[in-house]
């Protein structure tokens, strides 16, 4: 059994979760990655996690979901844990509230009725819910969100995602999509967004901006862009962990890049705690785990910027679950499809 790792930043420190919070249900959720499957186990000692390597579903799509959903439950076998009772599945898709897949734009998977397919394959009931929802029930209940009502998660990855959670409720919104934080304005006019609007949070921060900002950089300052253009073979191959290596070297472009990134992120994350008024916020993705230095100036701009009422009880605090979080989270929400354990 291994604990979540723990981490956190800003004035209130937390500890991973004793055993008393794990739930006495056991439960599996998966995670369907854009390029790798995980699973998590929950019962009442803990969470077991762990990847399966080459699944069915990149090669075969939706189809060779179920077959991977069994491959996880035989991976539990093998390794003695009791079978679980309800299966939950995190996906990058727009999912409807009947578990249905309106689109997952990274898989090119549309209109799947994946909650009822997988339910008849494996015949287990089966929760599907989006990858960052779930990720944030996984921080909210497990992670560094835990015993937080008024919650904001914020996943910096290749996209940025979030979940809010007010008034011990997650926010679900009229069509299904509330927080999609990375999709607010941050620059009017500004980068153009893969969503199309111009000036997003993410068209800054996601890996994919940062990448972006960075190569046009190097290209307009070739002198001072040698440090990242030397670790590439061509320029367009710079991406965002190019940046965090060469900002770790001290090179001065990478540290310009980071210290704007900060600039960025801690705009955005003011807006969000003055909008939401959070008791946390939790930061979390890959490019918050490779670059954990965004994290203090981002809750220092939270301390001095927002207004007082917000900033007195509100703290910054990194994610726990790491790459674990969607399939933690996923297996939590299929626990409680079961209801209340036994005592
Ligand atoms: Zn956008």
Redesign the pocket.
Known sequence: MSAPPSGTAGPAATDAPSVAAYPRRRSMGVDFGGTKLAYAYLGPDGIVANQLADPAYLREGPRGAAGDVLACLHDLERRGLPAPPAVGVGVAAQVTEAGAIRFAPNLGWRDVPFRSELENAVGLPTVVVNDVRAATWGEWQLGAGRGSADLVCLFVGTGVGGGIVSGGRVLEGASHIAG?L????LVAGGRI???????????YVGGWAIAERAREVADAEPANGRALLDRVDRPEEITAATVGHAYRDGDPLARRLVEETAEYLASGVVGLVNGLNPRTVVLGGGVIEGLPELIPPVAEAVRTRTLPSAADIVRVAKAQLGESAVAVGAAFLAGRLLGPGEP
């Open positions: 999609e990375g999709h607010t304005t967004c893969h969503c199309h609007n111009r000036g997003c949070l993410e068209a």
